[in-house]
């Protein structure tokens, strides 16, 4: 066995607090439960669960040591990542309130939020730097592959990660759905988001290497 059962828990349950801290990640499925239900929070969390596969990879791969390395390429995408979060801030503020017959058709598809999930993790570098410093913790070069045992920790962490923010989706949407059909709770829940999204893209601006 590549890596003992009593890492892989201690790894497994350090990812679980992990998932629970408040980070852009999190906050963003639950801005996004909360703005279009239960189930658009679930497909973001998909999204980030599979921009977790391309860092796990990147990492897995030396590529990350890449943008670790190059102030540029670092650079270049936090700013990509801060775009596109001003982009959302500017959807949501734009959403305003709507009404009960307006609900009746959702704003985004699963595709668009399962995609949103995606470029908003790969764009933040700062989570292949983290799992640069973090999965390596846990490898034992004496245990066999060194690239098996980080994508079987990167796994493990994607598994956590999805329990971690399905829950926080469906307790975000549970809160949003009793306000949904009030117009003017509902623009103060799309304020809100635009506003985290802005808070974010700032969060990510003045991240440093």
């Not at 998909?46 to 102030?71: C, D, E, Y």
């Not at 790969?122 to 034992?140: E, G, I, R």
């Not at 975000?172 to 009030?182: H, I, Q």
């Amino acid at each position: 066995m590549m890596i003992d059962t009593h890492t892989m828990l201690a790894f497994f349950s350090t990812a679980i607090i992990l998932a629970l801290s408040p980070g852009p990640d999190n906050l963003f499925v639950m801005a996004q439960a909360a703005q279009n239900g239960r189930k658009a929070g679930i497909f973001v969390t998909f999204g980030l669960s599979t921009g977790l596969v391309g860092h796990t990879v990147a990492v897995a791969l030396g590529l990350a040591a890449l943008v670790n390395s190059s102030a540029f390429a670092f650079t270049i995408l936090k700013y990509i990542g801060a775009a596109y979060l001003i982009y959302l801030a500017w959807q949501a503020f734009r959403a305003g309130g709507s009404t009960a017959e307006k609900r009746e058709v959702p704003h985004f598809s699963k595709g668009e939020l399962y995609r949103r999930g995606i470029v908003m993790n790969l764009t933040n570098p700062k989570v292949s730097l983290f799992f640069m410093a973090f999965l390596p913790q846990f490898v034992d070069p004496a245990g066999g592959s060194v690239t098996m045992q980080f994508f079987l920790l990167g796994g493990l962490f994607i598994l956590a990660t999805i329990l971690v923010f399905g829950a926080i989706s469906m307790l975000a949407g549970g809160v949003g759905e009793r306000y949904r059909n009030s117009p003017g709770a509902q623009s103060v829940v799309n304020r809100v988001a635009a506003a985290l999204f802005v808070g974010l893209a700032l969060k990510l601006v003045l991240t440093e290497r």
